[in-house]
């Protein structure tokens, strides 16, 4: 009887298979890719992204798609994006440092130019000092006159109504006159250069207000400009135009202090 040689297959005194540490060094080398690849995802992924990741795992555990095998993929959450008017919002309050009553002056101004579709005549503007009405070209005044038109006079009765309310009671107003640069073509003994001109303008104005709609002269002052002031250069008939002009500025409290007082 022939013996069966030491180490045949199918023999008992067979050795390990030569073969077997292929499926131990592949599940090694799947746990390290694994590994890499976690790595590389944590560094890569920002806070949203993994928001999202995050999400759509919990809703995939939950019976709903996801990363899992038949599903969708990783569920888009929508990030909200801020809305226009929020951040226009956020503009302003800061132009105006931060100042709420301002603010609110500012938002009740325009809703009330808006609403009675004035843009073409009045505009509402913050600007580093404060709120400021301003009353373009010939709203208030005929050419070469500082007497107020009888038609223009609810316009100033609609921004006092704002600005007298208890809320705002404390705001410094001041009203500045300006002119374009062509000189008076008719002059006159009460207005003989654009001086006199715009300071009576924005007197008038003042006397308005504190005489007919009852706001406290110690907080509104007047002031002209003459062309001195322009927003636009003088160097077409639109751009005199838009430098002819009446502003009511609502002041910062910090300009507040620097307005005299006076003393009893």
Same mark, same amino acid.
């Given at each position: 009887?022939?013996? %069966? ?25 799947? &746990? ?23 999400? *759509? ?18 569920? /888009? ?11 226009? $919002?956020?503009?302003?309050?800061? !132009? ?17 130019? +808006?609403? /009675? ?15 400021? !009405?301003?009353?373009? $070209?010939?709203? &208030?005044? $005929?050419?070469?006159?500082? /007497? !107020?038109?009888?038609?223009?006079? +609810? ?11 208890? /809320? ?12 374009? *640069?062509?000189? =008076? ?16 303008? @924005? ?12 706001? @406290?002269?110690? %907080? ?16 077409? +008939? +639109?751009?005199?135009? #838009?430098?002819? #002009?009446? $502003? =009511? ?16």
């Amino acid at each position: 009887m022939s013996r %069966r040689k030491k180490g045949s297959r199918g023999g008992k005194d067979s050795g390990p298979d030569p073969d077997a540490w292929m499926a131990t060094y592949s599940d090694l080398v799947t &746990l390290l890719l694994c590994f890499f690849v976690l790595l590389f995802s944590f560094a890569e992924v920002d806070a949203e992204k993994f928001r999202l990741i995050s999400g *759509s795992l919990k809703a995939a555990f939950d019976g709903g798609p996801g990363i899992l095998e038949g599903g969708e993929g990783i569920i /888009e959450q929508p990030i909200p994006e801020p809305q226009i008017e929020d951040k226009l $919002d956020m503009d302003i309050l800061e !132009i105006l440092g931060g100042e709420a009553d301002l603010n609110e002056i500012y938002d009740q101004l325009r809703e009330y130019v +808006e609403q /009675e579709n004035l843009e073409e005549l009045i505009s509402v503007e913050a600007e580093e000092r404060g709120v400021v !009405i301003r009353f373009k $070209d010939n709203v &208030l005044f $005929d050419s070469g006159s500082a /007497e !107020i038109k009888t038609g223009s006079k +609810e316009l100033l009765t609609a921004a006092a109504e704002i600005l007298n309310k208890s /809320e705002f009671i404390e705001k410094q107003i001041k009203i500045e006159g300006h002119t374009d *640069s062509d000189p =008076i073509v008719s002059k006159t003994i009460r207005y003989q250069t654009n001086w006199e001109l715009s300071s009576a303008r @924005a007197t008038n104005v003042l006397r308005y207000l504190v005489e007919n709609e009852g706001m @406290a002269g110690e %907080r509104v002052s007047s002031s002209g400009y003459s062309y001195y002031r322009p927003i636009a250069k003088n160097d077409t +008939e +639109e751009n005199k135009t #838009r430098n002819r #002009r009446v $502003d =009511i500025v609502v002041l910062k409290d910090i300009y507040k202090d620097l307005e005299p007082e006076g003393t009893e």
